[in-house]
């Protein structure tokens, strides 16, 4: 299972982080990364982030946002600078046993993230 954390309410140019930590597995997880949805809109692949360290982004968050992991913790962190409004969603965290993109296998809840104007 994954369980993610840190969402919140915070203005626009703000900062927030997101932790996502994996419980109840024994193997190490390869891809893992963060999707968001906002209301009214498909789920949407934010950044992801591979075994080895290599990282991907969204262009809509690119040079804002950077995606880190702690693979013997199997701990994957988004922190967000520049912060928009329109980056208000709830924001997943998923990974993958697999090198697969984009991971899919595990979920956590989803956390909020609202940004005020």
């Known amino acids: 299972q994954l369980q993610a954390s840190g969402g919140g309410l915070v203005q626009a140019g703000g900062s927030l982080s997101l932790s996502c930590a994996a419980s109840?597995?024994?193997?190490?997880?390869?891809?893992m990364g963060w999707y968001r949805q906002a209301p009214g809109k498909q789920r949407e692949l934010v950044a992801f982030?591979?075994?080895?360290?290599?990282?991907n982004y969204a262009d809509s968050v690119k040079g804002r946002f950077t995606i880190s992991r702690d693979s013997g913790k199997n701990t994957v962190i988004l922190r967000m600078n520049s912060l928009k409004p329109e980056d208000t969603a709830v924001y997943y965290c998923?990974?993958?046993?697999?090198?697969?993109?984009?991971?899919?296998?595990?979920w956590g809840q989803g956390t909020q993230v609202t940004v005020s104007s």
């Open positions: 998923a990974a993958d046993i697999l090198p697969r993109i984009p991971p899919r296998g595990y």
């Open positions: 109840g597995t024994t193997f190490n997880l390869n891809v």
């Open positions: 982030i591979s075994s080895a360290g290599s990282s």
